[in-house]
């Protein structure tokens, strides 16, 4: 079965610093990827998605992803974050019959933005 | 764009109670599916329908039911409320075109305390 992993529980970085989100899946075939972002209170809103091509892939809101393979990750980054971008982060695998793929999310990276 | 309508945010039900979330989308989705979302646990699935009156067991279906009479329609069913249901209930909703998943579309969330 497929799993995805988060390893930062919560991460912290100051207004216009770089972020750098960690995702590492487990997968038998080419995976479907996704992130999505979640703000308090609210439901979850897709960043950006990987399914073939190019493996760095843009999403809104300034975000960009690579898929790496040979490592099983999927890496979420953001080259200057700002106070609007405190959420909590998910990354997801999609496994199942081609086209109707079930996500299995990753338990998810709270982030918080320091002025 | 795709709205996904969750009837209730918040809900407080007695332990023992047949419990109703009802989830509807606009746009015509053929794939809707019930998450229950727990700190550190990140989203967990519980039931997911590709089609009208079809259902499938997701990881954790165990005290729930559901019911998809119509197709913008997915109602999650509490058979008997227990306190280990108190959680978020996400519903979300999806559109496979020509073979390839493009993500889900979520609700806001129905947050569920039973006492």
């Known amino acids: 079965a497929q799993s995805v992993t988060q390893p930062d529980i919560h991460i912290t970085v100051s207004e216009g610093a770089s972020l750098e989100l960690r995702c590492n899946y487990s997968y038998g075939a080419t995976p479907y990827l996704f992130w999505y972002v979640q703000s308090p209170g609210q439901g979850l809103q897709l960043l950006l998605k990987?399914?073939?091509?190019?493996?760095l892939v843009q999403g809104i809101k300034g975000f960009e992803a690579e898929f790496k393979r040979s490592q099983s990750s999927f890496n979420l980054r953001k080259p200057s974050v700002h106070w609007s971008d405190a959420a909590e982060y998910f990354c997801?695998?999609?496994?199942?019959?081609?086209?109707?793929?079930?996500?299995?999310f990753g338990t998810g990276t709270r982030l918080t933005i320091i002025p | 764009d795709v709205k996904v309508t969750q009837s209730s945010r918040y809900l407080v039900k007695r332990t023992g109670e047949k419990v109703f979330l009802e989830c509807v989308q606009d746009m015509d989705h053929e794939n809707m599916f019930w998450y229950r979302q727990d700190p550190g646990l990140g989203l967990r699935l519980i039931y997911f329908?590709?089609?009208?009156?079809?259902?499938e067991k997701g990881d954790i279906p165990e005290g729930y039911s559901v019911s998809r009479e119509k197709k913008e329609r997915f109602s999650l069913i509490l058979e008997s409320a227990s306190t280990n249901q108190t959680s978020m209930y996400l519903c979300?909703?999806?559109?496979?075109?020509?073979?390839?998943?493009?993500?889900?579309?979520f609700g806001s969330g129905t947050r569920l305390t039973v006492v």
């Open positions: 997801a695998v999609g496994a199942g019959d081609f086209g109707n793929e079930k996500l299995t």
């Open positions: 329908s590709y089609d009208v009156k079809m259902k």
């Open positions: 990987y399914f073939s091509g190019d493996t």
């Open positions: 979300a909703s999806s559109l496979p075109r020509q073979g390839i998943n493009y993500g889900y579309t």
